[in-house]
């Protein structure tokens, strides 16, 4: 299984930027997919996650009303387009997939099975 994220760039405070991530996960549905992020000298954190029919999605305080996470499933992709950047959004994003149906173990990394190599995200202020 592979994932692998992309999207990643250079932006100024106040933009936007949408992270992508694919799979070549064959039962793509049977996983909800996440975000996290990984700061310089922090743990990594959750950002969003959506269910496996894409009708629920959950987000980190800090990303309410800014990022918006999305899935096709039959591309197998899951994006998160992310807006109103901040220089504290400054990070490594993963994207990750776990099989669990229970929501409220989205938002901890231990709970994903798979992940992606990481996109870096730098917001100049």
């Known amino acids: 299984v592979q994932l692998q994220a992309f999207g990643g760039g250079l932006v100024q405070a106040g933009g936007s930027l949408r992270l992508s991530c694919t799979t070549s996960?064959?039962?793509?549905?049977?996983?909800?997919m996440g975000w996290f992020r990984q700061a310089p000298g922090k743990e990594r954190e959750f950002v969003a996650a959506?269910?496996?029919?894409?009708?629920?999605?959950y987000y980190a305080d800090s990303a309410k009303g800014r990022f918006s996470i999305s899935r096709d499933n039959a591309k197998r992709t899951v994006d998160l387009q992310m807006a109103s950047l901040k220089p504290e959004d400054t990070a490594v994003y993963y994207c990750?997939?776990?099989?669990?149906?229970?929501?409220?173990?989205?938002?901890?990394?231990?709970?994903?099975?798979?992940w992606g190599q990481g996109t870096k995200v730098t917001v100049s202020s």
């Open positions: 959506i269910n496996w029919r894409g009708d629920s999605t």
């Open positions: 996960i064959f039962t793509f549905t049977s996983y909800a």
């Open positions: 990750g997939a776990s099989s669990t149906r229970f929501s409220t173990l989205l938002y901890n990394s231990a709970f994903y099975q798979y």
